[in-house]
């Protein structure tokens, strides 16, 4: 694995910047651009997938970490339901629910991964000088 420096560095935010970036293509492309109640809440909900991995990064310490990666997966969840609700009203299609709903799923998982992985590293950050 390569040393993680930054929060640029990892994975799962490469990941939620490119679902903040797919979301941006849909308000661009299908009716949700027009629509500012529900492109509101998914540009704020995309937006906290990748800004809470970054918060929680800038922390120093896997607890404060691991609990802004839960607010990611929760931001997860709630843009896939948008993305439902986006369906379900015929304002995108099947192809792009899928695709997206896809790319949520797998940094959902990802993030889930990875806070499993914190939860049991004897490394606990620059915050704590490695300690418990």
Do not use: H, P
């Given at each position: 694995?390569?040393?993680?420096?930054?929060?640029?560095?990892?994975?799962?935010?490469?990941?939620?910047?490119?679902?903040?970036?797919?979301?941006?293509?849909?308000?661009?492309?299908?009716?949700?651009?027009?629509?500012?109640?529900?492109?509101?809440?998914?540009?704020?909900?995309?937006?906290?997938?990748?800004?809470?991995?970054?918060e929680?990064?800038?922390?120093?310490?896997?607890?404060?970490?691991?609990?802004?990666?839960?607010?990611?997966?929760?931001?997860?969840?709630?843009?896939?339901?948008?993305?439902?609700?986006?369906?379900?009203?015929?304002?995108?299609?099947?192809?792009?629910?899928?695709?997206?709903?896809?790319?949520i799923?797998?940094?959902?998982?990802?993030?889930?991964?990875?806070?499993?992985?914190l939860?049991?590293?004897?490394?606990?950050?620059?915050?704590?000088?490695?300690?418990?």
């Amino acid at each position: 694995m390569a040393k993680i420096e930054k929060f640029e560095d990892l994975e799962i935010w490469n990941i939620s910047r490119d679902i903040c970036k797919d979301i941006e293509i849909l308000f661009e492309t299908t009716g949700l651009g027009k629509r500012y109640s529900i492109k509101d809440q998914m540009d704020r909900s995309s937006g906290s997938i990748m800004d809470n991995i970054a918060e929680g990064f800038e922390r120093n310490g896997n607890r404060e970490f691991i609990n802004f990666l839960s607010y990611s997966k929760g931001s997860c969840g709630e843009l896939k339901s948008q993305l439902y609700r986006s369906f379900d009203k015929n304002i995108i299609s099947e192809e792009q629910f899928r695709v997206t709903s896809q790319k949520i799923e797998l940094v959902k998982n990802k993030i889930g991964a990875f806070m499993k992985y914190l939860n049991n590293s004897e490394i606990k950050g620059l915050k704590f000088n490695n300690k418990q």
